[in-house]
């Protein structure tokens, strides 16, 4: 079934995230408690939910989203061209909206898919609900209420990984690596996005870091179709 797909039909995608606020103390009383509860099996007894905050960007709920990134495949006469482009920002609801607008206009047809890496557990569900804490309606691609399972248009290169084995987790790092694909960590990682988010104020490299990731997972579909990768200058920052 996978070599059935036109991967011109497909949007790339890969999100960056943080906490919402920069500092534990900058939560509200209640705001503490709930991430305290929420975070209490996954941090266990070792940290306090305050010594935990820094993983706040992990959850839809106590995070934001600053960076979308997307990619996607262009015919052109000199050969095949992988298109990238960022919406980013520190003003989230415009970043959704944008990204959105993408969708409802480019990307809305029952052809078009989404995909990303480990997407279906974190990127798409995590968009989603920003949305919806921020009121922007769901584009169809994201709006999953009613769809049976072959009826969602959404990708993921880890779980394409996965070949059925449903615990079986393989960064993208790891992957791109066992897959000969050109490593997109060649900067900072995803633990540090939030320290250069709020320390640095270096949202550029962020944007670049996450462009680098969305052509990774693009590469991995091609290794996936056992088609050639892409070569530098067929990527075009738009």
């Known amino acids: 079934m996978l070599n059935k797909i036109n991967i011109e039909n497909v949007l790339f995608l890969d999100i960056e995230t943080v ?3 920069e500092h534990w103390s900058e939560l509200s009383t209640e705001m503490q408690q709930l ?23 992990i959850w839809a709920e106590f995070g934001k989203i600053i960076c979308i990134s997307v990619g996607y495949f262009v015919k052109r006469k000199e050969g095949q061209q992988f298109r990238v482009t960022s919406f980013a920002g520190n003003d989230e609801k415009q970043i959704l ?6 969708l409802d206009t480019h990307f809305y047809q029952k052809k078009h898919l989404l995909c ?13 609900r920003r949305m919806i804490i921020h009121q922007v309606s769901l584009p169809e691609k994201l709006n999953l209420f009613g769809k049976k399972p072959w009826e969602v248009p959404h990708l993921d290169t880890m779980e394409l990984w ?8 393989t960064s993208l790092k790891l992957l791109t690596h066992i897959l000969g694909v050109p490593s997109p960590k060649e900067d900072i990682d995803g633990s540090q996005v939030a320290a250069v988010y709020y320390k640095e104020n270096d ?11 969305t052509v990774a997972i693009a590469q991995l579909l091609l290794r996936f179709l056992n088609k050639p ?8 920052t738009i």
Request: contains cysteine; glycine residues 4%.
């Open 19 to 21: 906490p919402q606020q």
């Open 35 to 57: 991430y305290e509860t929420k975070t209490q099996y996954q941090r266990k007894e070792e940290f306090s939910a305050e010594e935990f905050y820094h993983r706040a960007g």
């Open 97 to 102: 909206n944008d990204f959105k607008s993408l």
């Open 116 to 128: 990303a890496h480990n997407g279906k557990e974190f990127d798409f569900p995590f968009i989603a």
């Open 162 to 169: 996965k070949f059925g084995d449903y615990k079986h987790f």
């Open 203 to 213: 949202l550029p490299r962020i944007v670049a870091y996450c462009e680098r990731d």
């Open 229 to 236: 990768l892409l070569a530098n200058e067929q990527i075009v």
